[in-house]
C-alpha cells in the first residue's frame, strides 16, 4: 500500500523537532517524521550533568571522524552528530547562545535575504521561555515559547563564576547582564537550555506534544537511503527499516533536518551536488549543484587550565559517591549538581581592533577535567573553553559511496589562512591576560596548559596544533544564498535550488557560522521555516536595537585604556 503524507520530514534533531510541531500544529497537515536513531527517554540524556556520555555513545549520536587535517598536524577529529530523538539537542552541552545580532545582519548580506537580526529576533522569542523574564518576556527574550532556558543556579555556590567575570572587568571588557539580549560583548553569566532540571531538548520541547497529534507519524531506526526525484522535482523518500527497504511519498514536500553532515550526504546520495563528486563515488548525477557539501565550517576550542589554590572546584565530585550522591539527589528532586551543565559563566570579545562584533568566546568551568568526564590531573582546577568564533577556513562533505551506510569523507580544513593562525595566538595571550587578572590571585595556582614556557608564536601555533579539539559546530555545508550565487544551496525561503518541492532546514543551511554555539539559532531557523512552508504570514519584524563598541574600528577593548596586567 501506498504511504502518502503531506510533508516527509528526515531527521527528528532540533530543527526537525520543531518542524513536526509546527506543521501539524493546525490540525490540516498530515506529517511523517523519520529518525535514525531512538528514544532520548534515558537518564544520561535527561541529566544535565551527564552530557559528556550521550554524544560518545554510538546508541545516540553518529561517530563520524574527520579526514586527517592538514593544519593540525594530520589529527583526524572526532565529529559526533545526533542519531536520537531530539538530535543534536539531546546530545549536546546545552549551552543557548543565539549568536550576534550582526551575525544575522551578515547572513542577509550575503544574499540570506529576510534573515536579518530584525526577522529572526521574533523567532527566537517564539521558540523560547526564559526563566528570568516572566510570561511575557521582554523585547529581547520569549516568555510563553516551549523551550525552556535558563542562567543555571551555581553562580551563588561557586565563587570562581564570579571570579571569572570580575577577571574580565579587570582586564578591561565590560559586563553584560544578557548576552542573548542588547549587548552579547563581555561578561557574564550563561544561558542552558534546562527546563525543571531537565534537559530542554526539541524532542521533549516540540515533538513530545506533537506525538499527541493523529495527523503525525514518527518513524525511528530508520535509514533514508535518497530522495525519489521525478522531473525535477522530489516525489518522496526512500529508506531502509530492519533490512527492508520502503518508500513514502510527500504530496507537498519533502524536507531535509538531517543537519550539516546528514543533510548534503542525502542530497549527493540522490543525486544532488557537484558533479564530479559524485562521479568519484559512483552516483549518478540528477541535478548539478556545486555547493552541496561546500562551505563547511565549525569552532575549534582549547581547555587553558589552571591548578586551583582552594579545595572548591568540582574536582572534588568525580569519584562514584560523589556522582552517585548527585545522581540520586537529581532522581529525586531533579536539583542540585546533576541539574546543571556546569558552564554558568562566559565572555564573549574581540581578538583585534577593526572587528565590528566579538569572535572569542568563553565557556568557564570550576573544574578541570576532560570532555569525557574524567579529572585532567588529581587535585583541584579550574578551566575555561576557548577559541575563535569566526574562522576564514571552509572545508567539505564529500560522499564515498553510493551506499548509505558508508560515511561520507569529511574535511574541515582547519586553520587554513593567515588570519585563523593569527587569531589563535591572539585568543591564546588574552586568555592569559584575563586569567591572570586580580579576581582569580587568590584562587589561581599552576597553569597546567598550555603551560608557562609556550609562549612565541611558534610555540602558540605548535600547541594549538596538537590540543586543539571541535567544539561540535559544524554548520554551512548546504549554505542558503541569493538566486544568482552559483555555490548557494538553498534559497532565502530553504528551497534547494532547481529541485521543486524539495527544502533543507537545518543549521547547514547557514550561510556562515555565528558567533557561539549552534542548538538556538538552529531552532530559530526551524521555527521561521515553518511559517515559510505553510505560506504564513511572517512575524513582525523586530526594531529592538543591539550594541556595539562605537570605537570597534580603533581598539579591541570598550575601555580606552585597558588595565594593567597584574604581576
Known amino acids: ?158 565563587p570562581l563564576y564570579q571570579a571569572f567575570i570580575d577577571a574580565g572587568q579587570e582586564a578591561g571588557y565590560p559586563q553584560t547582564a544578557d548576552y542573548n539580549g542588547y549587548q552579547q560583548e563581555g561578561f557574564g553569566p550563561m544561558h542552558m537550555t534546562v527546563d525543571g532540571g531537565v534537559r530542554a531538548s526539541t524532542s521533549r520541547a516540540y515533538l513530545d506534544r506533537a506525538r499527541k497529534r493523529s495527523n503525525l507519524t514518527l518513524r525511528t531506526g530508520i535509514l533514508s537511503r535518497k530522495i525519489l526525484l521525478e522531473s525535477g522535482k522530489a516525489e518522496g523518500v526512500e529508506f531502509e527499516s530492519h533490512g527492508k527497504i520502503d518508500q513514502a511519498f510527500a504530496r507537498r514536500e519533502v524536507i ?80 542540585g549538581l546533576g541539574a546543571t551543565n556546569h558552564f554558568e559563566s562566559c565572555g564573549f570579545i574581540r581578538s583585534r581592533a577593526g572587528l565590528k562584533w566579538p569572535n572569542i568566546q568563553y565557556h568557564f568551568l570550576p573544574a578541570a577535567m576532560r570532555y569525557d568526564g574524567q579529572a585532567a590531573f588529581n587535585g583541584h582546577g579550574f578551566q575555561v573553553h576557548v577559541g575563535p568564533n569566526k574562522p ?68 602558540i601555533d605548535a600547541w594549538v596544533r596538537a590540543n586543539v579539539e571541535s567544539a561540535y559546530h559544524p554548520s554551512c555545508s548546504c549554505r542558503m544564498g541569493a538566486k544568482d550565487d552559483p555555490m548557494a544551496v538553498v534559497d532565502p525561503e ?32 526551524a521555527e521561521r521555516a515553518a511559517d515559510l512552508i505553510l505560506g504564513k504570514t511572517p512575524e513582525t519584524a523586530s526594531d529592538a536595537e543591539f550594541w556595539v563598541d562605537p570605537q570597534w574600528q580603533s581598539r579591541q577593548r570598550p575601555e580606552t585604556a585597558k588595565r594593567p596586567l597584574h604581576k
Open 494 to 525: 530553504c528551497r534547494v535550488r532547481g529541485i521543486k518541492n524539495l527544502r533543507v532546514v537545518d543549521s547547514s543551511i547557514f550561510p556562515t557560522i555565528t558567533n557561539g554555539n549552534l542548538n538556538a539559532p538552529t531552532i530559530m531557523v
Open 1 to 158: 500500500m501506498k504511504q502518502t503524507f503531506d510533508y516527509i520530514i528526515v531527521g527528528a534533531g532540533s530543527a526537525g523537532c520543531v518542524l513536526a510541531d509546527r506543521l501539524t500544529e493546525s490540525g490540516e497537515h498530515s506529517v511523517l517524521l523519520l529518525e535514525a536513531g531512538g528514544s532520548d527517554n534515558n537518564i544520561l540524556i535527561r541529566m544535565p550533568t551527564a552530557l559528556s556520555y550521550p554524544m560518545n555513545m554510538p546508541k545516540f549520536a553518529w561517530q563520524f571522524e574527520s579526514d586527517p587535517e592538514p593544519g593540525l598536524d594530520g589529527r583526524q577529529l572526532h565529529c559526533p552528530r545526533g542519531k536520537v530523538l531530539g538530535g543534536g539537542s539531546s546530545i549536546n552541552g546545552m549551552v543557548y547562545v543565539r549568536g550576534h545580532a550582526c551575525d544575522f545582519e551578515q547572513w542577509a548580506q550575503q544574499g540570506a535575504e529576510g534573515w536579518d537580526y530584525a526577522n529572526c529576533l521574533p523567532y527566537f522569542k517564539r521558540a523560547e521561555h526564559w526563566s528570568a523574564g516572566g510570561s511575557q518576556g521582554d523585547k529581547y527574550r520569549g516568555g510563553q515559547g516551549p523551550v525552556g532556558t535558563n542562567n543555571g543556579n551555581e553562580m551563588s555556590l561557586n
Open 392 to 459: 576564514e577556513s571552509r572545508g567539505r562533505v564529500w560522499i564515498e559511496s553510493p551506499d548509505p551506510k558508508i560515511a561520507p569523507r569529511i574535511l574541515f580544513n582547519y586553520i587554513s589562512t593567515e588570519q585563523d593562525v593569527q587569531d589563535w595566538r591572539d585568543t591564546i595571550r588574552l586568555t592569559r591576560e584575563i586569567l591572570n587578572q586580580p579576581a582569580l590571585d587568590e584562587f589561581r595556582g599552576e597553569e597546567i596548559q598550555p603551560g608557562a614556557s609556550v609562549q612565541s608564536d611558534e610555540e
Open 256 to 335: 531535509l533536518s538531517a543537519g550539516s553532515i546528514g543533510s548534503p550526504h542525502l542530497l549527493q546520495l540522490s543525486g544532488i551536488g557537484p558533479s564530479d563528486v559524485l562521479l568519484n563515488a559512483g552516483v549518478e548525477l540528477e541535478h548539478e549543484l556545486p555547493g552541496v557539501g561546500e562551505n563547511l565550517q565549525d569552532h575549534l576550542e582549547v581547555y587553558f587550565q589552571y591548578r586551583c589554590d582552594k579545595p572548591i572546584t568540582l574536582n572534588s565530585k568525580l569519584g562514584l559517591i560523589s556522582k552517585g550522591l548527585i545522581g540520586a539527589q537529581w532522581i529525586l528532586f531533579k536539583s
